[in-house]
T-cell receptor, first 115, second 112 residues
Framework: KAGVTQTPRYLIKTRGQQVTLSCSPI?????VSWYQQTPGQGLQFLFE???????NKGNFPGRFSGRQFSNSRSEMNVSTLELGDSALYLC??????????????FGSGTQLSVL | GESVGLHLPTLSVQEGDNSIINCAYS??????FIWYKQESGKGPQFIID?????DKRQGQRVTVLLNKTVKHLSLQIAATQPGDSAVYFC???????????FGTGTLLAVQP
């Protein structure tokens, strides 16, 4: 069974631009979560989608948004990029029908650099 | 606020020794805990999890211990190998949103 796939692997953008990241979960997984990882900060929860609905949301500004499609694939968008948005963005999927945040399976991430 | 912290940011061990990575959590209501391993350039990889109704759980070469009295979690790795070198994260689930809250990580360096 294929793992979580994230594209692209690397992105370089400039301040003020917007970016869209893509995530394909493990087959059969309907929950997709997004995390931001920066050096020394650990993983910060962005949001979680289940069956095309946002089920949980972290403490990030409205510039960060996401969506999930009927095939469970998910995208996240960051508008008006700031230098501080430079990070590794990780997507994780799980079976998790009850939204209990258990046993997430992570992709390799998209490394975003904002110049 | 909610937080999960680590006692040691870096742990250096000799190949073949046992490793113990510690984690403190602050939310006494947390009912689920999980350990991840992250190698350079890769996403976090699930190692082992434990629910709050247990105090010990074993996997292949790994054991997780949970002490709810002092809100402490540890990951023990037996016969540590060079391939175990990575950053290890603990995470807890607690609070109203049920989302996982991750610690900042411990770097495990295995010396040959």
């Amino acid at each position: 069974k294929a793992g979580v796939t994230q594209t692209p692997r690397y992105l370089i953008k400039t301040r003020g631009q917007q970016v869209t990241l893509s995530c394909s979960p493990i087959s059969g997984h309907r929950s997709v979560s997004w995390y931001q990882q920066t050096p020394g900060q650990g993983l910060q929860f962005l949001f979680e989608y289940f069956s095309e609905t946002q089920r949980n949301k972290g403490n990030f500004p409205g510039r960060f948004s996401g969506r999930q499609f009927s095939n469970s694939r998910s995208e996240m968008n960051v508008s008006t990029l700031e230098l501080g948005d430079s990070a590794l963005y990780l997507c994780a999927s799980s079976l998790d029908p009850q939204g209990k945040g258990e046993k997430l399976f992570f992709g390799s991430g998209t490394q975003l650099s904002v110049l | 606020g909610e937080s999960v912290g680590l006692h040691l940011p870096t742990l250096s061990v000799q190949e073949g020794d046992n490793s113990i990575i510690n984690c403190a959590y602050s939310n006494s209501a947390s009912d689920y805990f999980i350990w991840y391993k992250q190698e350079s350039g890769k996403g976090p990889q699930f190692i082992i999890d434990i629910r709050s109704n247990m105090d010990k759980r074993q996997g292949q070469r790994v054991t997780v211990l949970l002490n709810k009295t002092v809100k402490h979690l540890s990951l023990q790795i037996a016969a540590t190998q060079p391939g175990d070198s990575a950053v290890y994260f603990c995470a807890e689930r607690g609070g109203a949103t049920n989302k996982l809250i991750f610690g900042t990580g411990t770097l495990l360096a295995v010396q040959p």
